[in-house]
């Protein structure tokens, strides 16, 4: 007769141990991404509709984006989206002096609208030029640099006096269908 070994028993709730540690170890090394999304303060929610307001055109500057990321301003082909940071200081600064601009810094606004085929990293590209041109216009106004504007705080007395008479107004449309 065959002698019949039996084969040795391994100590689970030591391969149990080892496996947990392995699993806490990859937690906590494991970079998770995080989300990270655009920063635009919206308008408080309002229960009834606002009134219709009769703003005149040239006191928007219409930024419009199609789906194959060229731009038109005020129905003029832009070529380049650094260039819109200056449009957007003319705009604002005009003052009356070009009529198809705005007559103050107080009245100007910016319309951007897209279309739904727009990449993502031209429409950004358009809010970081508006938002670029309205921290160089504040930076100018306290006379420090954009970088030093970015960092103050949102609640400084230089930070209000810097926007006084010169709010950031950005109308941001809903996306079309049109073009591609």
């Known amino acids: 007769m065959r002698n019949s070994k039996k084969a040795p028993e391994i100590n689970s709730s030591s391969m149990a141990d080892i496996a947990f540690l392995l699993l806490i170890f990859f937690l906590v090394t494991t970079q998770f991404a995080s989300d990270k999304g655009i920063l635009i303060q919206l308008p408080p929610k309002l229960d009834e509709k606002p009134p219709e307001l009769e703003i005149p055109d040239y006191q928007i500057l219409t930024v419009l984006i199609n789906s194959y990321d060229n731009l038109l301003v005020n129905n003029d082909p832009m070529k380049e989206v650094t260039d819109l940071t200056q449009k957007v200081k003319d705009h604002v600064l005009n003052n009356g002096v070009d009529p198809t601009l705005s007559t103050a810094p107080d009245k100007a606004i910016v319309s951007i609208k897209s279309d739904r085929g727009t990449t993502y990293e031209m429409y950004l590209?358009?809010?970081?030029?508006?938002?670029?041109?309205?921290?160089?216009?504040?930076?100018?106004?306290?006379?420090?640099?954009?970088?030093?504007?970015?960092?103050?705080?949102?609640?400084?007395?230089?930070?209000?006096?810097?926007?006084?008479?010169?709010?950031?107004?950005?109308?941001?449309?809903?996306?079309?269908?049109?073009?591609?």
């Open 125 to 180: 590209s358009v809010l970081d030029a508006v938002d670029q041109a309205y921290n160089e216009l504040y930076a100018d106004k306290l006379g420090i640099t954009p970088a030093e504007f970015r960092e103050l705080d949102n609640s400084s007395e230089e930070y209000q006096k810097a926007k006084e008479g010169m709010p950031k107004q950005v109308s941001i449309a809903e996306p079309t269908d049109i073009g591609g």
